[in-house]
T-cell receptor
Framework: AQSVTQPDIHITVSEGASLELRCNYS??????LFWYVQSPGQGLQLLLK??????LVQGIKGFEAEFKRSQSSFNLRKPSVHWSDAAEYFC???????????FGKGTHLIIQP | DTGVSQNPRHKITKRGQNVTFRCDPI?????LYWYRQTLGQGPEFLTY????????KSRLLSDRFSAERPKGSFSTLEIQRTEQGDSAMYLC?????????????FGPGTRLTVL
């Protein structure tokens, strides 16, 4: 069965510092990978997705993620965080857009002034 | 494009009561998904529809849960004889056609509290 592990429950970063959120997946075939962000009272918003091709994908709000098949990882990065980035971040995997997504437990990002 | 909407946003009920939630997907999206999210967890897939046909159900969807999408537009999720363990956020998502590269767009969710 497919699964997603987000090892960090909470991460605290100073505003302006760089960010990396870790995601490891388990999937038997070629995975389709996603990062979503969830702010209080808001729905899940897609940051970026990877299906194939270039393993470094660019998303919205200055985020990027790199797919590393050898490490079964899809880590999310941002060079300089803003206070508005404080939210819950979820990594998800599926075998295709038609399937239900399997999410990790999320990483809560706290931004220090 | 007004996004996925869900009603009500909050529901408080007593154990044993029935509740029904509604999801309106993005117009012309053929796929509609239901997820459940409990505190401190990521969303868990429950079921999905292709137009009006319910194509997959998770083992999480017990017999007390039923979902419909009668005309291939809005969907309802009903929980009968609610239990305290049903307390969660229920999320709806839609996607254009269910193609391999489609994105699922999520609504704001309905938060259910069972007393």
């Amino acid at each position: 069965a497919q699964s997603v592990t987000q090892p960090d429950i909470h991460i605290t970063v100073s505003e302006g510092a760089s960010l990396e959120l870790r995601c490891n997946y388990s999937y038997g075939a070629t995975p389709y990978l996603f990062w979503y962000v969830q702010s209080p009272g808001q729905g899940l918003q897609l940051l970026l997705k990877y299906f194939s091709g270039d393993t470094l994908v660019q998303g919205i709000k200055g985020f990027e993620a790199e797919f590393k098949r050898s490490q079964s990882s899809f880590n999310l990065r941002k060079p300089s965080v803003h206070w508005s980035d404080a939210a819950e971040y979820f990594c998800a995997v599926t075998g295709g857009g038609a399937d239900g997504l399997t999410f990790g437990k999320g990483t809560h990002l706290i931004i220090q002034p | 494009d007004t996004g996925v909407s869900q009603n009500p946003r909050h529901k408080i009920t007593k154990r044993g009561q029935n509740v029904t939630f509604r999801c309106d997907p993005i117009s012309e999206h053929n796929r509609l998904y239901w997820y459940r999210q409990t505190l401190g967890q990521g969303p868990e897939f429950l079921t999905y529809f292709q137009n009006e046909a319910q194509l997959e159900k998770s083992r999480l969807l017990s017999d007390r849960f039923s979902a419909e999408r009668p005309k291939g537009s809005f969907s309802t999720l009903e929980i009968q004889r609610t239990e305290q363990g049903d307390s969660a956020m229920y999320l709806c998502a839609s996607s254009p056609s269910g193609g391999a590269t489609d994105t699922q767009y999520f609504g704001p969710g309905t938060r259910l509290t069972v007393l």
